[in-house]
C-alpha cells in the first residue's frame, strides 16, 4: 500500500496523544481547572493523585513488572518508571473520569468522558507500555484511589 507507512505514523501519533490524556501534567492542569469550576472534585483529584503516585510507586518497586518493551533501570527512580503493573496512567484516566462523572449529569458528556478513560487504556497496551491485566489493574487502583479520596472529603 502507497501510504501505509504514513497511515501507520498517524495512527501511532494518536495513540501517543490519547495516552497523554492519564499523563501527571494533564492531571495537575485538570486539578488547577476543577478548582475554579468545583473546589471539592479538585480535593478529591488531587488527593486520589498523590495516592495513585505514592502506592503505585511502592508497588512498582515491591512488586517489580516488566514492560511489554523492556527498559533498562539503573536506580530506584527509573525501576519505577520500568514497571508494568499497575498501569498509573489509567489509574489517572479513570480518576479524571469519576472527577467527571461526579460533576456533570449529561449522559452525552458521561459517555464521552469514559470512551476517552478506556481509549487511554488501549493506547497504553498499543504502545506496549502495557498489558491487558496492567490496564484493568490501573482502572481499579484508580477507582480505589477516587473513593478513598472522595471519603476524605
Known amino acids: 500500500m502507497k501510504y501505509k507507512k504514513f497511515i501507520i505514523n498517524q495512527i501511532n501519533e494518536s495513540f501517543r496523544d490519547i495516552s497523554a490524556l ?3 501534567l ?3 492542569l485538570v486539578i488547577i481547572l476543577l478548582v475554579f469550576i468545583n473546589f471539592r472534585s479538585a480535593l ?3 488527593i486520589g493523585l498523590v495516592l495513585i503516585e505514592a502506592v503505585g510507586a511502592l508497588i512498582k518497586v515491591v512488586f517489580h513488572k516488566k ?3 523492556k527498559q533498562d533501570h539503573s536506580n530506584i527512580l527509573e525501576k519505577i518508571e520500568a514497571g508494568s503493573f499497575p498501569s498509573i496512567h489509567s489509574a489517572r484516566g479513570l480518576l479524571i473520569g469519576l472527577g467527571v462523572y461526579s460533576l456533570f449529569s449529561s449522559i452525552v ?3 464521552f468522558v469514559f470512551l ?3 481509549l487511554v487504556g488501549i493506547s ?3 504502545l506496549n507500555k502495557h498489558y491487558v491485566v496492567d490496564v484493568i489493574g490501573g482502572y481499579i487502583f484508580g477507582f480505589i484511589s477516587w473513593y478513598l479520596a472522595s471519603l476524605l472529603i
Do not use: A, K, Q, T
Request: charged fraction near 10%; hydrophobic fraction near 55%; charge should be positive.
Open 44 to 46: 478529591i483529584i488531587l
Open 116 to 118: 476517552l478513560v478506556i
Open 22 to 24: 492519564g499523563s501527571f
Open 109 to 111: 458528556m458521561i459517555g
Open 26 to 28: 494533564f492531571v495537575c
Open 67 to 69: 514492560r511489554p518493551n
Open 124 to 126: 497504553r497496551i498499543y
